[in-house]
């Protein structure tokens, strides 16, 4: 099936996606970069995303809502950093608050992502998420955007075996 | 919901573990049979400063100190590490279900648009 590779590095907070998709590179470029493909992908289950603005461009502005199972909406927004078609996008992610505006009480995640071609067929997206650790981490879990998480003594334990 | 990791919490659960030695005294720690001073022997630096870094890891919630016998012992506070995994958890779980409604939106053109027409030029 479709084959993610996610590697987590708790030190720096830091989340490094990768996988590989059977597409050219401007395609998977549109996925970002196309609002109604975007609000198809971006929401978790059952928090479905509507793409408000969107401007990709240096210094420019994405604004969304996911709107949950009881109608409740929680707001969002990018700010574009870079943007360079279809190779390179690097973007900070973050809550807003009802009126749209930034919630400096609510974390953020600065996200690069960078596709490439792989062969003539193939092309692979990396996407490199660092959360700000001096923001509300726990309040985007209190948010139940998840259901159940899991927590596995047997990872911790690989991951501290590590070195 | 599952985790409970405060504001607080998880900026000094980060800040702790952005530092070599102090995961490293996290590691020989979780023995949990050693004090401040055996932990200090290995690192070229003063007791003081590895006094602090415990301390650091300690409000942290990473690590106790608990009496054994007459000494005071270092123990690694497994439950507050799994607090901070379960961040990155959470994190990891939404991006896999991204990245799997990508392909997913991806798959949907690879489908033909009239999959039980024959192919012509195979017929002619």
């Known amino acids: 099936m479709s084959a993610v590779d996610i590697t987590k590095d708790l030190e720096h907070a830091t989340l490094v996606v990768t996988s590989v998709f059977p597409a050219p590179p401007e395609r998977v470029w549109q996925l970002w970069a196309d609002p109604r493909q975007l609000e198809r992908w971006w929401g978790p289950e059952p928090y479905p995303a509507t793409v408000v603005d969107h401007d990709l461009r240096s210094d420019?502005?994405?604004?969304?809502?996911?709107?949950?199972?009881?109608?409740?909406?929680?707001?969002?927004?990018?700010?574009?950093?870079?943007?360079?078609?279809?190779?390179?996008?690097?973007?900070?992610?973050?809550?807003?608050?009802?009126d749209g505006e930034p919630d400096d009480d609510l974390p953020t995640s600065r996200t690069e992502v960078t596709i490439e071609p792989l062969d003539d067929t193939r092309t692979r997206m990396t996407l490199t998420s660092i959360y700000d650790t001096t923001a509300e981490l726990e309040q985007v879990l209190a948010m139940g955007m998840e259901e159940g998480i899991r927590t596995a003594v047997g990872q911790i334990d690989a991951l501290l075996a590590e070195d | 919901m599952g985790a409970t990791l405060t504001d607080e919490r998880a900026d000094a659960v980060f800040g702790a573990l952005a530092d070599a030695t102090r995961r490293d005294i996290l590691l020989r720690a979780m023995g949990g049979d050693l004090g401040v001073s055996e932990l200090a022997q290995p690192y070229p630096m003063s007791f003081a400063a590895v006094q602090k870094h415990v301390a650091v890891l300690e409000r942290a919630g990473l690590v106790r100190k608990r009496a054994a016998g007459r000494r005071r012992v270092v123990t690694?506070?497994?439950?507050?590490?799994?607090?901070?995994?379960?961040?990155?958890?959470?994190?990891?779980?939404?991006?896999?279900?991204?990245?799997?409604?990508?392909?997913?939106?991806?798959?949907?053109?690879?489908l033909p648009s009239r999959p039980d027409e024959p192919d012509p030029e195979e017929r002619a």
């Open chain 1, 60 to 98: 420019g502005h994405v604004s969304y809502y996911m709107t949950g199972p009881e109608g409740d909406q929680h707001k969002g927004y990018w700010r574009v950093l870079e943007v360079e078609p279809p190779t390179r996008l690097v973007l900070v992610d973050g809550f807003a608050d009802a």
């Open chain 2, 76 to 110: 690694t506070d497994m439950d507050g590490l799994r607090d901070a995994r379960a961040v990155l958890d959470h994190y990891e779980e939404l991006w896999r279900g991204r990245v799997e409604r990508m392909h997913q939106l991806l798959g949907e053109d690879a």
